[in-house]
């Protein structure tokens, strides 16, 4: 019988700690968090406001350093790069879905969606962008504005922007926060459906244990630790 293949992380931690200085001192954010997500995986992040969720997903996206430990994301070493290292990574392999749509307001649905091929100087830009819009059910808005558009609607043009790259790991910071109930599935259903079309790795942070039971794996935190790591029955 031959031997189960195991999938290569995509996602190495470990002992990485953050401290932060405030007017207080300094401040342990993260405390020793050693963790491995499998690629391909779907993985909630969970726990109370302040336990370090969002701080661990800044530091997978390398918008924040950690200020020990190793850090290993899509085959690169986070500690070893520069800033404009990190920038051409995240470009790269990585796709963020952030609470608040950042979308640029002076920029209709496509040029936002188109924004970052346009930045790596890929061609076909517009065309993959109107592409995605389509898969996310805004053929029809392409031309809009964000002002023009409904929360909903800026949160699914904001996950087409982040998976027009075809990134490798998909990481959302409380992508319903803003959203209603109903709405808020939709666009997580649309998430999950377009994770399993592309096979990308989706990290999520989230206060829904509705939404964790959605992923296949949990990891609750608290006080800056790693307190629980649960597999689910879901599969995303």
Same mark, same amino acid.
């Given at each position: 019988?031959?031997?189960?293949? @195991?999938?290569?992380? /995509?996602?190495?931690?470990?002992?990485?700690?953050?401290?932060?200085?405030?007017?207080? !001192?300094?401040?342990?954010?993260?405390?020793?968090?050693?963790?491995? @997500?499998?690629? $391909?995986?779907?993985?909630? /992040?969970?726990?109370? +406001?302040? +336990?370090?969720?969002? =701080?661990?997903?800044?530091?997978? *996206?390398?918008?924040?350093?950690?200020? =020990?430990?190793?850090?290993?994301? %899509?085959?690169?070493?986070?500690?070893?790069?520069?800033?404009?290292?990190?920038?051409?990574?995240?470009?790269? &392999? /990585? $796709?963020?879905?952030?609470? =608040?749509?950042?979308?640029?307001?002076?920029?209709?649905?496509?040029?936002?969606?188109?924004?970052?091929?346009?930045?790596?100087?890929?061609?076909?830009?517009?065309?993959?962008?109107?592409?995605l819009l389509a898969d996310v059910g805004l053929s029809a808005r392409i031309d809009h504005f964000p002002a023009?558009? +409904? !929360?909903?609607?800026?949160?699914?043009?904001?996950?087409?922007?982040?998976?027009?790259p075809q990134p490798k790991l998909l990481l959302a910071d409380e992508p319903t926060g803003n959203l209603d109930?109903?709405? !808020?599935?939709?666009?997580? &259903?649309?998430?999950?459906?377009?994770?399993?079309?592309?096979?990308?790795?989706?990290?999520?942070?989230?206060?829904?244990?509705?939404? %964790?039971?959605?992923?296949?794996?949990? /990891?609750?935190?608290?006080?800056?630790?790693?307190? *629980?790591?649960?597999?689910?029955?879901?599969? *995303?």
């Amino acid at each position: 019988m031959e031997p189960r293949l @195991v999938p290569h992380p /995509i996602i190495q931690l470990t002992d990485v700690r953050l401290n932060l200085e405030s007017r207080a !001192g300094l401040v342990e954010i993260l405390k020793g968090i050693t963790l491995s @997500v499998a690629n $391909g995986q779907s993985l909630a /992040i969970v726990g109370p +406001s302040g +336990s370090g969720k969002t =701080s661990l997903l800044m530091i997978l *996206a390398g918008l924040e350093r950690a200020t =020990s430990g190793d850090v290993l994301v %899509a085959g690169r070493d986070f500690n070893a790069l520069n800033e404009d290292q990190l920038a051409l990574a995240r470009g790269a &392999d /990585i $796709g963020i879905v952030f609470q =608040s749509f950042h979308l640029i307001p002076t920029m209709t649905a496509l040029e936002n969606v188109a924004l970052p091929l346009e930045f790596a100087g890929q061609t076909a830009a517009r065309e993959r962008a109107r592409a995605l819009l389509a898969d996310v059910g805004l053929s029809a808005r392409i031309d809009h504005f964000p002002a023009q558009l +409904s !929360g909903g609607e800026q949160q699914r043009v904001a996950l087409a922007r982040a998976l027009v790259p075809q990134p490798k790991l998909l990481l959302a910071d409380e992508p319903t926060g803003n959203l209603d109930g109903k709405t !808020g599935r939709q666009v997580v &259903d649309l998430m999950f459906g377009l994770k399993r079309k592309s096979g990308a790795t989706l990290v999520l942070v989230t206060h829904d244990e509705r939404l %964790a039971k959605d992923c296949e794996r949990t /990891i609750r935190m608290a006080d800056g630790k790693i307190v *629980a790591d649960e597999r689910t029955v879901a599969a *995303a």
